[in-house]
């Protein structure tokens, strides 16, 4: 069966069995045209699987019963402790929220400090350490054409940088624009896109295609990347996204990564990080439709960037939603 089939009959959502896949917790079979094929044992591991986080194990838990690592008694005791243990929090943390709710009536009036200190006192009073403060995540999106015209407007953005370095650098307003110049200004742009992007995106966490769309990139734990780390995830996409902009190979990759992304799958260069979507406002495609158009003009100011300009947009155009 296909995946749109598990997912009706489990109730999970598509990135929840793939995630459970990379886990190795379930092994469908991959087709000849890539395509996975997932039986009836794959249906029911899903089914324990659901069945054992709607009991709060981990996936580490299930991943050792699984395994035979542990057996099922012996995690179920062990929930159960686990379990015992969340009902005295949760008891003790409703009588602070009482506390609070008689004593605090808004957010300037708040000390943090003299409840996370009751919170210790319940502590000793039970003997049981309380909840620790969670390790918030940021979610990874997809919404992939909202990262392709991001990206579209990036590209022209690094278009843009090179016909400013021809025209007020080396004052190239008339030359006819040969083979030769594309390959240059193909060099120029994967060089732009390789140096500028994680400076960006280590700086600012965003970029002008992606700060239009909403879009921020963090790392998993919600911080900025380091340049180094910006820069490896920039390299990835120019190789596995766009294969260096030789031709052949870029259609391949595109439609891979396409592939990717519809099926709700990390792409190779996001491993380590995540997405943030700001909002979804309806100013920002009429925002981005306004900064594409501003850089025509600039791209007609020589006969050089007037040809770039026109190779580029029909290349953006028919790039896949990946990026």
Not at 71 to 89: K, V
Not at 153 to 167: C, E, H, M, S
Not at 215 to 235: H, I, K, M, N
Not at 252 to 258: D, G, N, Q
């Amino acid at each position: 069966m296909q995946i749109k089939e598990v997912e009706d009959k489990t109730g999970l959502e598509r990135s929840s069995i793939r995630f459970y896949e990379s886990e190795g917790l379930i092994h469908p079979k991959r087709l000849e045209n890539g395509y996975r094929e997932y039986g009836e044992e794959d249906l029911e591991a899903l089914y324990k699987i659901k069945l054992f986080r709607s009991l709060h194990m981990t996936v580490e838990e299930i991943k050792r019963i699984f395994s035979g690592a542990s057996s099922i008694r012996e995690t179920l005791e062990e929930r159960i402790s686990t379990l015992e243990n969340e009902e005295g929090q949760i008891h003790y943390a409703k009588e602070v929220c009482m506390v609070m709710k008689n004593e605090v009536d808004s957010l300037e009036k708040l000390d943090g400090l003299k409840y996370l200190h009751l919170l210790e006192e319940k502590e000793k009073e039970t003997g049981r350490a309380y909840y620790p403060e969670k390790a918030d995540r940021i979610p990874q999106i997809y919404a992939p054409w909202r990262r392709f015209f991001a990206r579209v407007l990036d590209l022209a953005f690094y278009t843009l940088l090179i016909t400013i370095v021809r025209v007020f650098v080396f004052h190239d307003f008339l030359r006819n624009h040969n083979t030769i110049d594309n390959i240059v200004d193909t060099i120029l742009g994967t060089i732009l896109m390789l140096l500028v992007e994680p400076l960006l995106l280590s700086k600012l966490g965003t970029t002008p295609g992606k700060a239009i769309w909403g879009l921020v990139v963090r790392r998993e734990d919600g911080e900025f990347p380091s340049y180094q780390e910006a820069f490896t995830r920039t390299l990835g996409v120019l190789y596995y996204g766009l294969a260096f902009n030789i031709t052949f190979l870029e259609l391949y990759t595109l439609y891979k990564s396409y592939k990717r992304a519809d099926e709700k799958e990390q792409q190779p260069w996001e491993m380590g990080f995540s997405y943030r979507l700001k909002d979804e406002r309806n100013y920002r495609p009429v925002l981005f439709m306004a900064a594409y158009a501003l850089h025509f003009p600039f791209n007609g100011v020589s006969g050089t960037a007037t040809t770039s300009g026109t190779a580029h947009s029909k290349r953006v155009f028919r790039e896949l939603p990946l990026l």
